[in-house]
């Protein structure tokens, strides 16, 4: 036989032999594997009303309140005078606030560029202007709105306005 053959299939055994053994591995290291077991305190349905309001008003009271009065290097409140009372802790002057929504118009690392933005939208929309700072960003929002229908008209009328790339985000609103 020649040398040439006898290579040939000492490899072709090889080959084989490696892949019966990595197909007995696998089978095997499947075999043991089990499902991950499911938590016994899942809820199996949707809460009643009133297990709903009470989960949010327990949540109410566990979410920190936003930062108040942030200032920048020189002092200038970076919320503007207009917004330092109704921002600091989105409280309504009976100090109701809730989940709701608001929309985002612009968002930028300078603070003093969001402040300026923040005073042209005061003149185009009747809503209360918002500037948070998130990390290093300055975020300039629109509205307190209640609810998603509410959240989407303003949506609609800002990008009527030109503002394309508005958008509805999840926040903490004052309610009248």
């Known amino acids: 036989m020649p040398v040439h053959d006898r290579r040939t299939r000492s490899r072709s055994a090889a080959w084989l032999g490696c892949a019966a053994a990595l197909l007995v591995f696998c089978l095997t290291a499947c075999g043991q594997r089990e499902p991950p077991k499911t938590p016994a305190n899942l809820p199996t349905a949707m809460p009643s009303e009133e297990e709903a309001a009470r989960a949010r008003a327990d949540a109410r009271n566990a979410v920190p309140l936003l930062p108040q009065g942030e200032r920048d ?104």
């Open 73 to 176: 290097l020189s002092g200038q409140d970076l919320l503007g005078p207009a917004d330092s009372a109704s921002v600091a802790g989105v409280m309504s002057p009976d100090g109701e606030q809730r989940y709701g929504y608001r929309i985002q118009l612009f968002a930028t690392a300078d603070g003093r560029l969001a402040q300026q933005r923040a005073a042209e939208y005061r003149d185009l929309f009747a809503e209360a202007i918002y500037v948070r700072q998130e990390g290093v960003l300055y975020k300039v929002q629109v509205g307190d709105c209640i609810s998603r229908d509410e959240a989407e008209a303003l949506r609609r009328r800002a990008r009527a306005l030109g503002y394309e790339g508005a958008f509805i985000v999840d926040a903490l609103v004052a309610v009248d």
